[in-house]
């Protein structure tokens, strides 16, 4: 019978080196399985085309607290950028969903990217919520991403559906 001691060792020895196991590409399969069986067309909601490559914008939504939100969305054909602001809001019209987020996508556009965004419950907290888009805001959201292009000085211009 192995002892405590040497079966903890062991333990943490095997801990030590899970980066190294499968593990490490777990987010490679979520990223797999997310673009195999979660993707549909893109919707035709309106978008600021802004002259920045795909790790620009990343770059500057990210100075702006946006974060990579992929691994709890559907994914949309040829979208290149997906980020998020998560925030604590007291929505009048809906006060048991306390955790919301403004949601950019971006698409490849030959002027640059075009982004789009909406505001929406947070899907880890409000997961049913969030699937049945209540409280689906789309032109918070994009009142959010100009407020970002605006104080950053970022010149674009709408497309619109």
Do not use: C
Not at 19 to 24: H, I, Q, V
Not at 47 to 72: I, K, M, N, Q, S
Not at 110 to 121: D, M, S, V, Y
Request: charged letters at 30%; aromatic letters at 14%; zero cysteines.
């Amino acid at each position: 019978m192995l002892s405590l001691e040497y079966r903890l060792d062991d333990f943490l020895g095997r801990l030590r080196h899970l980066p190294e196991t499968p593990l490490a590409s777990l987010r490679r399969s979520i990223w797999w399985i997310r673009k195999t069986f979660f993707t549909r067309q893109r919707p035709g909601n309106a978008g600021y085309v802004v002259p920045l490559t795909e790790d620009e914008a990343e770059r500057l939504l990210g100075h702006h607290y946006f974060d990579p939100g992929w691994e709890f969305s559907y994914s949309y054909r040829h979208e290149i950028l997906n980020l998020r602001r998560v925030e604590f809001y007291d929505h009048p019209d809906y006060p048991e969903y306390e955790w919301w987020q403004v949601h950019i996508r971006g698409y490849d556009h030959p002027e640059g990217i075009e982004l789009t965004a909406h505001f929406e419950t947070e899907p880890t907290e409000n997961p049913d919520a969030h699937i049945e888009e209540i409280g689906l805001e789309l032109d918070r959201g994009m009142d959010a991403l100009r407020a970002v292009l605006e104080d950053e000085g970022v010149e674009y211009h709408l497309r619109e559906t």
